[in-house]
């Protein structure tokens, strides 16, 4: 029986645990599974979220590759410090030259704001040395707050500055409640995504602390990552669902039309913004599948 198939409500437990050192010093929480010398793959989570996120991708990747996961600064095991893109490209610079050697190759994944990272990290010294293909699940660049749909309005400064003010509302998310579980799948889920799927995303995101979630929503709500993406030379998957409301499907379709090398645009049908936890199957088949042609093919020839 595959990993994959083997879901629980504990996370999978690491190989090894890391310490990845920031610019500024700030101390990055690194997990890795599966075997030393397998083909990597490095995958970083979204805004409240954490390592837990990719948990189907570990359990069905960690087998025949080296999956490496980290908590972004203020999510999960990983404290809270200062906020902005440029950090998170300093982070995953960080986590990339602690976890693989000199020169190696591995496969880099974000969702949402995971993506964002690669995306700010594109014309970075490390990205450029490690990168050899990229996944970029339910993300944006620009305009997020914008082209929300969340709430259900005429687009327009209103429905703005109303998304901007809920997606950074101070109040504490309280525990997991059945409403809670409603109110979190209409917002970021599909409507066909099975209870114990929404259950799983609303105790991550409900674990993400309230400081954290208002201070990161707050750079989202302004983040214009462009050019990130016109820098992003690498063969690059891009994945969205066409139901999602948090980054709709118009981002994913502009930032493909604007890679130098998009390998595939994959629109999974009725899939919110959580795909990798609502579709892991169809996650976990592009990241083999990025680790099989660009990973693989790169090391033997070198």
Known sequence: MSRLLRRTDSPPLAERELIAVSADGSRIQVEVHGPDGAPAVVLAHGWTCSTHFWAAQVRALADDHRVVVYDQRGHGRTPASAVGTHLLADDLEAVLTTALAPGEKAVLGGHSMGGMTLMAASGRAAFREHAA????CSTGSARLIEE??????????VRTRLTGMLLGARAPMGPVTPLSRRILKYATMGPGSPPERVAE?????????????????????????????RELNVPTVVVAGTADRLTPIVHARRIAAALPHCHELVELAGMGHMTPVEAPEAITARIRELALTFVDAKEEAA
């Open 148 to 157: 929300s749909l969340v709430l259900p309005l005429r687009a327009g400064r």
């Open 201 to 229: 995303c609303a105790r991550i995101v409900h674990a993400c602390p309230r400081a954290s979630r208002v201070a990161w929503s707050h750079v989202l709500g302004e983040v214009d990552l462009d050019a990130g993406v």
């Open 133 to 136: 293909a990229a996944l970029l």
